[in-house]
């Protein structure tokens, strides 16, 4: 059975949740990472979905190093075993079968295998790519063109990406501005 995406809130509304309630809508933004969450909510009153994604730029921003790593470490391998074995969060699920690595074939599922193994091997983390806005062909480029890159320079890139994703998951559950000032109505919707 698929996860359902709760119903999107106002930012106003997310402001006013109490700090268990918070970490319970948004907690899962970062991956097993509700630290991320908790550290936003100390940052309430938003003004504004930028303001509020801010806060948790901040948060993992601001963090010790170790704990910057371990948020990273925390995200699974694109399209690896825990993908196969049906262990992935309900939102990695939904993002990862978006850039269709979950129907990848043989060749695609060793080519997966391959780079991730050389990643983890070379940077000691997971690669970790925004797949909303990639393909499984992208992905696998961008894998291999980033293998070049230095250890400092790939923690600053999944950071990076962490972030992207961060931002698609808040914006499943938290409406714009344009949005808000509309009554829950896009600009142009009866």
Do not use: C
């Amino acid at each position: 059975m698929e996860a359902t995406v709760p119903k999107k809130m106002t930012v106003e509304e997310a402001s006013n949740l109490d700090r268990e309630g918070f970490i319970e809508r948004f907690g899962s933004l970062y991956e097993r990472s509700p630290w991320v969450a908790e550290g936003a909510w100390r940052e309430r009153p938003f003004a504004d979905l930028s303001e509020m994604h801010a806060a948790f730029v901040t948060t993992v921003r601001d963090a010790p190093p170790e704990r910057r790593l371990g948020l990273i470490r925390a995200h699974p391998d694109l399209a690896g075993k825990a993908a196969v074995a049906g262990e992935l969060t309900p939102e990695s699920t939904r993002e990862q079968a978006s850039a269709g690595l979950d129907r990848l074939s043989p060749e695609e599922y060793e080519a997966f295998t391959r780079l991730n193994d050389a990643y983890k091997e070379k940077f000691g983390f997971p690669m970790i790519f925004a797949v909303k806005e990639n393909t499984k062909e992208t992905i696998l480029s961008g894998v291999e063109a980033r293998l070049g890159n230095s250890r400092p320079q790939e923690l600053e890139a999944a950071l990076g990406e962490i972030t992207k994703i961060g931002f698609f998951r808040l914006q499943e559950l938290v409406r714009p501005e344009s949005q808000e000032a509309t009554g829950g109505r896009g600009v142009g919707e009866p």
